[in-house]
């Protein structure tokens, strides 16, 4: 029986639709090993060549390949089907609001927003989804999601938004760190310490030392790899290096004095955070009340 995520059958469906392992990985926001690592487990579950592989050569899917592919596109429907299903057994559809979010930006902005949005909406109903910034991206793709807040990376920027806000990038490190009694460093003479990242694969990683190296940082050199905002600034109380990530991540534990934010010269520049909205969603009428709702207040909270 084969036993495989939803997300894996999407990366192998993207795979044949894009005619290769390369061309998917970019389509998909993510880095070409992961996809192939992908591709590996369902020929080791399936046990059989999805596709025949030679140099200079575009891949062949093979007859398994064309069954999984098959498989893969009804499994996928019926997904998005359901979803769309149990989203309309609710007694007022067009009141019910599905958001896939960036972690970061779910955990610790949308909330407070979301309270604004939801007072006097007694009828309104609010899924949110905290995901990466891919898995976020691919909920919308997929009619899954009826809009997307996401961090302004290549990938979103495909997409047709609204630029609602930006959030500012702070590097923070423990009390016991070198640069801690100084709070502030010339951004070239963090090239000598460690840092605490995302995953290398992914886009918030790409985010991040884009915008560090953009800013003049020339090497971002991380000893950790992390896939949550939440590990990545525990490890930097724990004196494991420095972080690198939105303000509103590591704001309260600055405060408390647990990490000391470390002043850059040059200033880093904040990260463009977007709504992108799927033109094909019910929720239109709830949508349409929601997307000024949200921007006023992500346009006031630096304000």
Do not use: W
Not at 99 to 126: C, D, E, K, W
Not at 209 to 226: F, P, W
């Amino acid at each position: 029986m084969l036993s495989s995520s939803l997300r894996r059958l999407d990366i192998f469906r993207t795979i044949v639709d894009c005619g290769g392992v390369n061309a998917a990985a970019n389509h998909l926001g993510i880095a070409q090993p992961s996809v192939t690592a992908h591709l590996r487990a369902l020929e080791t579950q399936l046990g059989s060549t999805l596709f025949l592989r030679s140099r200079g050569r575009r891949n062949v899917i093979t007859p398994s390949g064309e069954a999984l592919y098959k498989y893969a596109c009804e499994v996928l429907s019926k997904s998005v089907e359901l979803q769309k299903a149990v989203r309309g057994l609710d007694a007022d559809a067009e009141e019910t609001l599905s958001i896939a979010v960036q972690r970061a930006i779910g955990s610790y902005l949308l909330p407070q927003m979301l309270a604004t949005f939801l007072r006097g909406r007694r009828t309104a109903r609010v899924s949110v989804y905290g995901e990466t910034q891919e898995a976020a991206l691919n909920l919308l793709r997929t009619g899954a999601a009826d809009a997307a807040l996401v961090f302004d990376t290549s990938q979103a920027a495909d997409m047709d938004g609204l630029t609602i806000g930006a959030e500012p990038l702070l590097i923070a490190a423990a009390p016991s760190h070198p640069l801690a009694a100084r709070k502030s460093a010339k951004l070239q003479e963090l090239e000598n310490f460690d840092f605490i990242g995302g995953l290398r694969e992914s886009q918030f990683f790409n985010l991040i030392e884009k915008t560090l190296r953009a800013a003049g940082l020339r090497r971002y050199r991380v000893a950790l790899h992390m896939q949550d905002s939440v590990a990545i600034k525990n490890a930097a109380i724990h004196g494991l290096g420095l972080a690198c990530s939105p303000a509103c991540v590591l704001e309260e534990e600055v405060k408390a004095g647990q990490l000391i934010a470390i002043r850059t010269v040059p200033q880093l520049p904040p990260l463009a955070i977007k709504l992108i909205v799927n033109p094909k969603a019910r929720s239109q009428k709830l949508l349409e009340e929601f997307v000024p709702c949200i921007t006023a207040a992500f346009a006031s909270r630096r304000s």
